[in-house]
Nanobody, 123 residues
Framework: QVQLVESGGGLVQAGGSLRLSCAAS????????MGWFRQAPGKERDLVAA????????YYPDSVKGRFTISRDNAKNTLYLQMNSLKPEDTAVYYC????????????????WGQGTQVTVSS
């Protein structure tokens, strides 16, 4: 089992940047594929970025491609999400999540979740 704690959310103006962090503890962090998801009120929880065990493979949906960058530091047991050129529609609670295998980006297939951090982008 792995425990995940997000940080770094906040209020930012449109066009600004934020960097989210996710600290992991418990089982070996490098054994997990990691993802960042977000959920706005009344909407489903959607993936915004995923990264493979060593960081060699990443995935982004079109909605954030070119603006968001996922990275990980396995020595520090930490996952990051750099968010640039933020838009009001990026406003949501952001979650980090872990699963053992690559190959799916459905939230229901991720085993472990953090508590979330709020990101609000003002226009």
């Amino acid at each position: 089992q792995v425990q995940l704690v997000e940080s770094g959310g906040g209020l930012v103006q449109a066009g600004g940047s934020l960097r989210l962090s996710c600290a992991a503890s418990g089982r070996t962090f490098s054994a997990y594929v990691m993802g960042w998801f977000r959920q706005a009120p009344g909407k489903e929880r959607d993936l915004v970025a995923a990264i493979s065990w060593s960081g060699g493979r990443t995935y982004y949906p079109d909605s954030v491609k070119g603006r968001f960058t996922i990275s990980r530091d396995n020595a520090k047991n930490t996952l990051y999400l750099q968010m640039n050129s933020l838009k009001p529609e990026d406003t949501a609670v952001y979650y980090c999540a872990a699963r053992p295998d690559w190959g799916t980006f459905e939230s229901t297939m991720y085993n472990y979740w953090g508590q979330g951090t709020q990101v609000t982008v003002s226009s």
